[in-house]
């Protein structure tokens, strides 16, 4: 199910499938670029909106049990709650998550959208989780300047990795900023150029999946654990 949130100046359309941010435009001007289907080699893969990860961001090679980028994009959500520019939606975890219930919510306010994540340990034992957001942001090809530098293109499919709590950058002459309200410490920036976009992803310690050094978060029995971040657009 597809809904739509909106005020006077900016528009957003969720998916109930995977809590997807579908679009999310301000002013009629993309912010996000549109969620679509391409071909990468003989598979079809889903590029552009923004969507939720959790339990994980990136590979698992710790647990060796969730997809890349967790289990939540893929499943089904359920809307708790809805006005015209908010909407809560939950979902009850998997397999070693199943008792483990994630609930995000996205509001608009003027041209910003917030993010909140909340994931809530039910079970009687700790989780591993190291979630974030993975916002595909609309980019031609003019050059893209990040906390006032200029990103080398070539370095983004192989991901650029940044400590920090806030990021602002400049795309198609939109100046916009990410502010990290909680549990924001990393950033990746990344694109594929399959399409006009760049992923500028606020997490908790990124790819810590993938190497248990890199200070996995472990959620304990009946803990709530909280992300939120502010995607400000200044025109």
């Known amino acids: 199910m597809k809904v739509k949130l909106e005020n006077s100046i900016a528009r957003l359309e969720v998916n109930t499938n995977g809590a997807y941010i579908d679009n999310f435009e301000v002013k009629g001007n993309p912010i996000f670029f549109p969620k679509v289907m391409v071909k990468i080699g003989e598979q079809l893969k889903i590029r552009g909106g923004m969507h939720i990860c959790a ?12 997809p890349s980028h967790g289990f939540g994009r893929d499943l089904l959500w359920e809307v708790l709650e809805q006005r015209e520019d908010f909407i809560r939606l939950s ?5 070693t998550y199943k008792e483990v219930r994630f609930i995000v919510s996205y509001e608009l306010d003027g041209p910003n959208l917030l993010l909140n994540l909340e994931i809530e340990n039910n079970s009687n034992e700790e989780k591993l989780i190291a979630p974030g957001f993975h916002p595909y942001f609309y980019a031609d090809h003019s050059p893209v300047t990040i906390n006032d530098k200029n990103i080398d293109k070539a370095d983004l499919p192989k991901s650029i990795y940044e400590r920090g709590q806030n990021q602002k950058f400049t795309i198609n002459s939109n100046d916009v900023e990410i502010l990290g309200l909680k549990n924001i410490n990393r950033y990746v920036f990344w694109s594929d150029f399959k399409g006009d976009y760049i992923c500028i992803e606020p997490t908790y310690n990124g790819n810590a999946f993938e190497d248990e050094k890199k200070e996995i978060y472990h959620l304990k029995s009946k803990e709530i654990f909280e992300m939120a971040c502010e995607i400000k657009v200044h025109f």
């Open 55 to 66: 339990p994980n961001f990136g590979l698992d090679n710790t647990l060796k049990s969730l």
């Open 91 to 95: 979902l009850d975890g998997v397999d």
